[in-house]
Nanobody, 123 residues
Framework: VQLVESGGGLVQAGGSLRLSCAASGNTFSSMFMAWFRQAPGKEREFLAA????????SYSDSAEGRFTISRDNAKYMVYLQMDSLKPEDTAVYYC?????????????????WGQGTQVTVSS
């Protein structure tokens, strides 16, 4: 599976962004997909995961209520809708794929990663 993120950019606090992850590969539609982020000087942080058909999701405390993960298997796409953005959401955002399940949160559990997209939230 190859993953390419897009949709990052500069946004004011309180604004919204929708990140996209374009996937390729025959196994995409059966894999669990997730979004992570990594701020400068910090470890990569799990945000949200979705199961193969979008029917089950999992969120971190920092993402719950503000971020929404979804997928469109027909288009080989995964999305992260981010609302009510805060300056502390500034980071590089990564799309990732795993077989380990929708509750998988450890970086080491993910088999495939995109190159990341920068999100900057100004105050």
């Amino acid at each position: 599976v190859q993953l390419v993120e897009s949709g990052g950019g500069l946004v004011q606090a309180g604004g919204s962004l929708r990140l996209s992850c374009a996937a390729s590969g025959n196994t995409f539609s059966s894999m669990f997909m997730a979004w992570f982020r990594q701020a400068p000087g910090k470890e990569r942080e799990f945000l949200a995961a979705v199961n193969w058909n979008g029917g089950s999701t999992s969120y971190s405390d920092s993402a719950e209520g503000r971020f929404t993960i979804s997928r469109d298997n027909a288009k080989y796409m995964v999305y992260l809708q981010m609302d009510s953005l805060k300056p502390e959401d500034t980071a590089v955002y990564y799309c990732a794929a795993t077989w380990a399940g929708v509750q998988a949160r450890g970086v080491h559990l993910y088999d495939y990663w995109g190159q990341g997209t920068q999100v900057t939230v100004s105050s």
